[in-house]
């Protein structure tokens, strides 16, 4: 039988090795979105807006166009770059500190304004970069820098949940809630945020896809450990869910 | 139907060691080096035989080291 690769790293990635900490789940998702990059054959025309965060540096690691944008305003930088050239496939990477506390409002009104763009949203339930303080994704109970004792409602409110808020929206036109947590799931999660870009190019509205992601070294755990946690209690709070789909196959 | 055969190739510097690739594999074939690497990491090593060519360790590769082929790989005296 002859020898064929069967699989092998994507083209639309640098080459450049990850920043992050091993076993943490943003290396998985963005070897994910560079895959269906090279898959959709739009490499030349993406251009990604990196978040501050862990992934601040995630430009580097793509081989596509991008920038960082001010934290929480990756959308509406991006809001901006795709209205001046509407012909190119643009792109927003964003943490839950990011998306989901000081970025709230610019991604509320770009999803209801229903933007065409793509919106990869890795919810860790912590501030990874700054040292695992609380985020509003941070589960009850759980333990952070900024909760040593755990997180509590009175206190501290609830998690939120940006896919189910923005689930609410007409200009939504793809969203799902996924994890990356076994190979099924990777599968899986590569399907969505195909959409995600689908929806874009198609012109049909916003695509955000949500990935449970785990943050190995402040949750004070090894990364096989932080996968089984993930899917044992984060996916409790934040059920895994296709919520919109527009796009059709 | 006839068993797939592969193999796979681990890029051992860019390797940090995080073990999910030996996680996911169904057939147990990945193990950890007894080196380390010039991060200080003990990467993960193929054991040399028992591939099945599945991807699951490429897919749960976080740092994308691994490289999976399908096909019996040409004899070698070293085990890379
Ligand atoms: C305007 C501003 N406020 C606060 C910070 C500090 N800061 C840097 S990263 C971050 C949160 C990162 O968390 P998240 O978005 O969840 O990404 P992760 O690092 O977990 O991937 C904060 C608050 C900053 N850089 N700029
Ligand atoms: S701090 Fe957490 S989110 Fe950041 S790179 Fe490390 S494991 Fe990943
Ligand atoms: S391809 Fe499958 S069988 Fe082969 S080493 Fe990787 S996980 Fe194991
Ligand atoms: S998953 Fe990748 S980085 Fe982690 S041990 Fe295996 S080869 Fe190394």
Redesign the interface.
């Known amino acids: 039988?002859?020898?064929?690769?069967?699989?092998?790293?994507p083209k639309s990635?640098s080459g450049k090795?990850?920043t992050?900490?091993?076993?943490?789940?943003?290396?998985?998702i963005h070897?994910l979105v560079a895959e269906v990059i090279d898959e959709l054959g739009i490499q030349e025309k993406t251009i990604m807006v990196a978040p501050v965060g862990c992934s601040v540096f995630a430009y580097e690691f793509f081989d596509v166009d991008g920038t960082v944008a001010p934290h929480g305003r990756a959308l509406a930088v991006a809001t901006g770059m795709k209205r001046a050239l509407p012909d190119r496939v643009v792109f927003t990477y964003q943490g839950d500190g990011d998306l989901a506390a000081i970025g709230t409002a610019e991604t509320v009104h770009a999803a209801n304004r229903g933007e065409k763009l793509t919106t990869i949203f890795v919810n860790n339930a912590v501030y990874g970069m700054t040292g695992g303080q609380m985020a509003p994704t941070t589960l009850l109970g759980q333990k952070t820098t900024t909760t040593p004792y755990g997180r509590r409602a009175e206190n501290d409110g609830y998690p939120i949940h940006m896919s189910e808020i923005l689930s609410t929206m007409r200009g939504v036109a793809y969203l799902e809630r996924v994890t990356v947590s076994?190979?099924q799931d990777?599968?899986n999660a590569k399907k969505a945020i195909k959409k995600a870009f689908l929806a874009q190019i198609k012109n049909i509205g916003f695509g955000l896809v949500e990935v449970l992601s785990t943050c190995?070294t402040n949750w004070g755990m090894?990364?096989?450990e932080a996968?089984q946690w993930l899917l044992e209690n984060m996916t409790k709070e934040f059920p895994p869910k296709l919520f919109i789909d527009r796009v059709g196959d | 139907m006839a068993k797939v055969e592969g193999y796979i190739e681990i890029d051992a510097e860019r390797c940090k060691g995080c073990g999910l690739c030996i996680n996911a594999c169904p057939v147990n074939v990945i193990e950890f080096s007894e080196d380390f690497n010039s991060k200080g990491y003990h990467p993960a090593r193929y054991k040399g035989e028992g591939c099945i060519a599945c991807g699951f360790c490429y897919l749960s590769c976080p740092d994308v080291c691994i490289t999976v082929f399908r096909g019996a790989r040409k004899k070698s005296p070293v085990n890379v």
Do not use: D, N
Not at chain 1, 20 to 28: A, K, L, V
């Open positions: 039988m002859e020898v064929r690769v069967a699989f092998s790293g990635l090795e990850f992050y900490c091993p076993g943490c789940h943003h290396g998985i070897r076994t190979p990777i599968r190995p090894t990364p096989v996968q």
